[in-house]
């Protein structure tokens, strides 16, 4: 690798992305996160929260009959999507990180965005037009990121 590494997540992924670049800070120029579930602790203990899982779950079986019967599918949503500790990871964030996301997506509560923007300015929020999944809009913000990581040098790049 001659270039900045830079890591992609989607989704789930993005908590995973943002976990791994803590631990690895050093090795990585950035992150570019889709659609990143980003859930307080007050979010994960609301009775609501539970209600929309379980809307999540059901568009999911909709799907996927098999994997709502999936042990790592279950774990990963308890262990991974309502671990309380995901806010603060975003936090601790150092380096310049794109948070790209869809205007209609309803499992990302994108309602904690802004106070997350506020108290990190290493993060930068795009919105694009769609609910959650890549799209053709999600994908050119991607690419667009991605590029001005490789312009900028990687890392050194200020919002």
């Known amino acids: 690798v001659t270039?900045?590494?830079?890591?992609?997540?989607?989704?789930?992924?993005?908590?995973?992305?943002?976990?791994?670049?803590?631990?690895?800070?050093?090795?990585?120029?950035g992150l570019v996160l889709v659609s990143a579930p980003i859930y307080r602790k007050e979010d994960i203990e609301n009775?609501?929260?539970?209600?929309?899982?379980?809307?999540?779950?059901?568009?999911?079986?909709?799907?996927?009959?098999?994997?709502?019967?999936?042990?790592?599918?279950?774990?990963?949503?308890?262990?991974?999507?309502?671990?309380?500790?995901s806010y603060e990871n975003f936090l601790k964030i150092m380096r310049p990180t794109y948070l790209i996301y869809g205007e209609l997506d309803q499992i990302i509560a994108s309602f904690n965005y802004p106070g997350l923007l506020k108290l990190n300015p290493n993060l930068k929020a795009i919105k694009t037009p769609g609910a959650h999944g890549v799209t053709v809009d999600k994908y050119s913000k991607i690419l667009s990121s991605l590029k001005k990581y490789i312009k900028n040098g990687g890392p050194h790049e200020t919002f």
């Open 47 to 85: 009775p609501l929260f539970e209600k929309a899982m379980a809307g999540f779950r059901e568009v999911v079986g909709r799907k996927n009959r098999k994997l709502l019967k999936s042990k790592a599918f279950n774990a990963s949503l308890k262990n991974i999507v309502s671990d309380t500790s």
């Open 3 to 29: 270039g900045p590494l830079v890591l992609v997540g989607h989704s789930m992924g993005t908590l995973i992305a943002t976990r791994y670049f803590n631990q690895h800070s050093d090795s990585l120029a």
